[in-house]
């Protein structure tokens, strides 16, 4: 299993970012796929969920109604969306998926919201 995110970077406070998670390995469109994400002293929190076919999708309180996870099962690719972003929302973002009862992390993408 192999999981590589990309599309972080630094983005002024209300700013938007998309990140990309391409993933690899094992049947992407049989699986859930989530959004984590760990800033720096905390603990690593949840930010999203989406099932294999797309059908329930689920937010952290900290992101309803700003982030949109999504998903192409042809290319391998789970997506988050991130709009109206605000300096608490700093972080290292990690895709995660659970196969076979084992948990595979990407190696995480850097976004920070500064001005």
């Known amino acids: 299993v192999q999981l590589v995110e990309s599309g972080g970077g630094l983005v002024q406070p209300g700013g938007s970012l998309r990140l990309s998670c391409a993933s690899s390995?094992?049947?992407?469109?049989?699986?859930?796929m989530r959004w984590y994400r760990q800033a720096p002293g905390k603990e690593r929190e949840l930010v999203a969920t989406?099932?294999?076919?797309?059908?329930?999708?689920n937010y952290g309180d900290s992101v309803k109604g700003r982030f949109t996870v999504s998903r192409d099962n042809a290319k391998n690719t789970v997506y988050l969306q991130m709009n109206s972003l605000k300096p608490e929302d700093t972080a290292v973002y990690y895709c995660?998926?659970?196969?076979?009862?084992?948990?595979?992390w990407g190696q995480g993408t850097q976004v920070t919201v500064s001005s």
């Open positions: 390995g094992f049947t992407f469109s049989g699986y859930a």
């Open positions: 989406i099932s294999s076919a797309s059908n329930n999708r």
């Open positions: 995660n998926v659970r196969v076979l009862r084992s948990d595979y």
